[in-house]
Nanobody, 119 residues
């Protein structure tokens, strides 16, 4: 059975930082992409950042709202992904979900970790 376990959410003041981490356990063959979605209250889930394996490197992609403030990092050998979030804003508040993508099956999802940014 495959599980994605997130950690690192919490309450922080605007301008502060948080680091989210996600570890995949179980038998997962050839993860291509790992990343983070978030769902703000009353809104649809949106992609925040992703890291796609391309040969020996990982290619990062960010939502416009995350560019310059968030950094995604990934350890392919350990099947882990982290999201360093700096200069947090109240609009970053939401539940952050880690996901992992492999070929030929639906994405794996974590249970979510809540981030609250107070103004």
């Amino acid at each position: 059975q495959v599980q994605l376990v997130e950690s690192g959410g919490g309450l922080v003041q605007a301008g502060g930082s948080l680091r989210l981490s996600c570890a995949a356990s179980g038998t997962i063959l050839s993860i291509t992409t790992m990343g983070w979605y978030r769902q703000a209250p009353g809104k649809q889930r949106e992609l925040v950042a992703s890291s796609t394996r391309s040969g020996s490197i990982n290619l990062a992609d960010y939502a416009d709202s995350a560019k310059g403030r968030f950094t995604i990092s990934r350890d392919n050998a350990k099947n882990t992904v982290s999201l360093q979030m700096n200069s947090l804003k109240p609009e970053d508040t939401g539940v952050y979900y880690c996901y992992a993508r492999t070929s030929g099956r639906p994405d794996y999802w974590g249970q979510g970790t809540r981030v609250t940014v107070s103004s």
